[in-house]
């Protein structure tokens, strides 16, 4: 059984940092993972993704310079590390997993949470 939990949302006032959990069981957590966000009235879009050892790491132009994204294999935790927020990345965020060696499309992901909610206010 594969599942993916993720934790840390919350509301944050704008310039605020937060950062994200996912904590993942089964073997999935072998696999590249990412991060993904769907803010209201729009698709699910990429936010940053890594390998499972860590040395291929992508990130949306969008939050590059603010955002980390990081894994724990030992802890079997992926995270995201989340600077500066702004209002514009309210939404709802989740972690996924596929078999691909990268992707940035959520369609070629496998696995996912349920996601948290992170609100940035103005």
């Known amino acids: 059984q594969v599942q993916l939990v993720e934790s840390g949302g919350r509301l944050v006032p704008t310039g605020e940092s937060l950062r994200l959990s996912c904590v993942a069981s089964?073997?999935?957590?072998?696999?590249?993972m990412g991060w993904f966000c769907r803010a209201p009235g729009k698709q699910r879009e990429f936010v940053a993704g890594?390998?499972?050892?860590?040395?291929?790491?992508h990130y949306a132009d969008s939050v590059k310079g603010r955002f980390t994204i990081s894994r724990d294999n030992s802890k079997m935790t992926l995270y995201l590390q989340m600077n500066r927020l702004k209002p514009e990345d309210t939404a709802v965020y989740y972690c996924a997993t596929t078999i691909r060696p990268m992707s940035i499309y959520y369609q070629e992901y496998n696995y996912w949470g349920q996601g948290t909610q992170v609100t940035v206010s103005s």
């Open positions: 089964g073997r999935t957590f072998a696999y590249f």
């Open positions: 890594i390998s499972d050892d860590s040395t291929n790491v």
